[in-house]
């Protein structure tokens, strides 16, 4: 199970996070922040019109090189994190959610540094380090 990369974005659509791994391609930058929330945009969008429950929408998405999953929260808060097609969907939406309560609310909504205002970033120094120890804890990273 591969992890590739990780974007946290806010309700205004900004990428206030994102974090990469293991990646064959270098990112595309501000590019590819861009191009990601404008797909799970879309395909949520898309699959909740679909959807005959309340309950639906967009959780996974899978090419023949990677598994997208998705996680929304109710502020409105969007998680995605790219893996290898092998990493199943439920064990990455409990990841995502695990993700979000132990890490980014944590570092990034406790944070005084941060308002969930548009054009703002997370800004602790210490996010990208909790993300790793808790990736790492988890074992889907390697200490190094």
């Known amino acids: 199970m591969t992890l590739y990369s990780f974007f946290v974005y806010n309700k205004f659509g900004d990428c206030i996070y ?10 595309l930058g501000e590019g590819e922040k ?13 699959s909740s019109q679909l959807s005959s429950t309340n309950s639906g929408g967009l959780k996974s998405m899978t090419t ?7 996680l929304e929260t109710m502020t409105k808060y969007r998680l995605v994190l790219t893996t290898d097609i092998s990493f199943d ?8 959610r695990n993700i979000f309560e132990q890490v980014i609310v944590e570092w990034v909504v406790k944070d005084p540094g941060y308002k969930h205002e548009e054009g703002n970033l ?9 993300l790793k120890e808790f990736l790492t804890r988890e074992k889907l990273l390697t200490a190094s």
Request: hydrophobic share 40%; aromatic share 14%; net charge positive.
């Open 18 to 27: 994102h974090a990469e791994w293991n990646r064959s391609a270098p990112s």
């Open 64 to 70: 023949p090189y990677y598994r997208l999953h998705y």
């Open 89 to 96: 969907v439920n064990v990455g939406q409990q990841l995502l």
């Open 34 to 46: 861009s191009l990601v929330a404008g797909l799970v945009y879309t395909l949520q969008h898309f």
């Open 122 to 130: 997370a800004v602790s120094p210490f996010l990208p380090q909790k």
